[in-house]
């Protein structure tokens, strides 16, 4: 079983004993402690508790332990107090496979792209974001630096992917300048 740490999805496999269950891999993503302190979240000390426990117990009893990055792996060492042992092996994330979409036949075939001008999608200067629109994933700190980045080329177009889960789209009206906004596209996810 592969499972993320967010959200302790396999904490009740974890729970059973190891030789009544599937080999347990956990990938190692943010910790629940940082997304929260980071996206301010409203939290109490309880429910806080009980995050850390599910994810440091999930850590604990993984057969295999992966993560993503040598920054979440010292994240993980620092907040919850735990050391890397021979479980610990380094693998960063990969591209998932789009199916749905054949690389041969062009970007027009793509209809989330549909409601872009054809300008943007012919862009020879593109800065793209693809990952959910969290504050946690930088997406505030882009979207500042789109005022600078965009106003110096009129030719470079920001071009976002991904689910807005905390409704960036409608705050990027109030970051952004109004002669930046056309062009930065919201793909979705």
């Known amino acids: 079983i592969d499972s993320a740490l967010w959200d302790s999805e396999a904490l009740a496999l974890a729970l059973l ?33 009980l995050y850390i426990t599910a994810e ?3 850590i604990e009893r993984a057969d295999v332990v992966i993560p993503i990055s040598e920054s979440i792996a010292m994240t993980i060492e620092t907040e919850y107090k735990i050391r890397r042992d021979k479980r610990w092996r380094l693998s960063h994330c990969g591209i998932a496979y789009w ?11 793509l209809k989330e792209l549909y409601q872009t001008s054809l300008k943007a999608v012919q862009a ?58 056309d062009r930065i596209i919201f793909l979705g996810e």
């Open 17 to 49: 004993p190891k030789k009544d269950r599937p080999v347990l891999v956990i990938r190692l993503v943010t910790p629940f402690l940082v997304a929260m302190k980071v996206n301010n979240w409203a939290v109490s000390d309880k429910e806080v508790a």
């Open 56 to 58: 440091r117990t999930l």
């Open 99 to 109: 199916s749905f979409f054949d690389v041969n036949s062009g970007y027009s075939d």
């Open 124 to 181: 020879s200067k593109m800065v793209l974001f693809i990952g959910r629109l969290e504050m946690r994933k930088g997406i505030d700190i882009l979207l500042a630096a789109a005022n600078e980045f965009l106003a110096v080329d009129s030719d470079v177009y920001l071009v976002i992917a991904g689910r807005d889960v905390e409704g960036w789209i409608e705050k990027s009206k109030t970051i952004c300048n109004q002669d930046v906004l």
